[in-house]
């Protein structure tokens, strides 16, 4: 099936050298872990093996620049921007990927907020709740062989001055000025 994903320049240079790719745990924001959990142990009760990794997101289809880049803003924080995102064109077997609804995906990431604080439940159906839902993937891991193309997104020109502006981050798109000895 085709997907794609968005990933750090280090994933998809991981990737390049024929070095599969798992999501690890450090990287998931604490608050979610349970959510992460039950995602997980939905995809190793299809078969799914995770291998104690969080899984990685993608989406089914092969995004054109346009598309890749609207959902990247939604998603991305500027320090993601700042630090470079690479989309990914996979051919994931079909056996490896659990299709969900966005929508109810992150109604269960939110429950407090999504569902006036009433219990939490991941609906695994993978059917669209709304027009404006779309479907997500999520892969046990990303393996060298299935990537089909990698290409390093362009940001917005709002989202480069946001980074330009932040002390913080703008060291990363303007390299530090040399020292003299």
């Known amino acids: ?52 990794a969080p899984p990685a ?30 989309m990914l064109r996979l051919a994931v077997p079909g056996d490896q990927i659990l299709c969900t ?8 990431l939110g429950p407090a907020v999504n569902r006036d604080g009433q219990p939490a439940t991941m609906d695994f159906r993978g059917v669209l709740l709304s027009k404006y839902d779309s479907l997500q993937a999520t892969i046990p891991q990303i393996k060298a062989r299935w990537v089909r193309r990698a290409r390093p997104m362009t940001m917005s020109r709002y989202t480069r001055r946001q980074i330009l502006r932040d002390p913080t981050l703008r060291h ?7 020292t003299v000895r």
């Open 1 to 52: 099936m085709k997907l794609w994903t968005l990933q750090a320049p280090e994933v998809a240079a991981q990737l390049a050298r024929g070095i599969d790719y798992r999501a690890g745990w450090a990287r998931v924001i604490p608050s979610w872990t349970g959510a992460y959990e039950v995602m997980t142990a939905e995809m190793t009760a299809r078969g799914i093996d995770c291998h104690g």
């Open 57 to 86: 997101w993608a989406w089914p289809g092969w995004a054109s620049p346009k598309q890749a880049l609207y959902t990247a803003e939604l998603l991305l924080g500027f320090d993601q921007w700042a630090h470079g995102v690479v």
């Open 101 to 108: 609804s966005y929508a109810a995906w992150n109604d269960f």
């Open 172 to 178: 990363l798109l303007i390299p530090p000025e040399p």
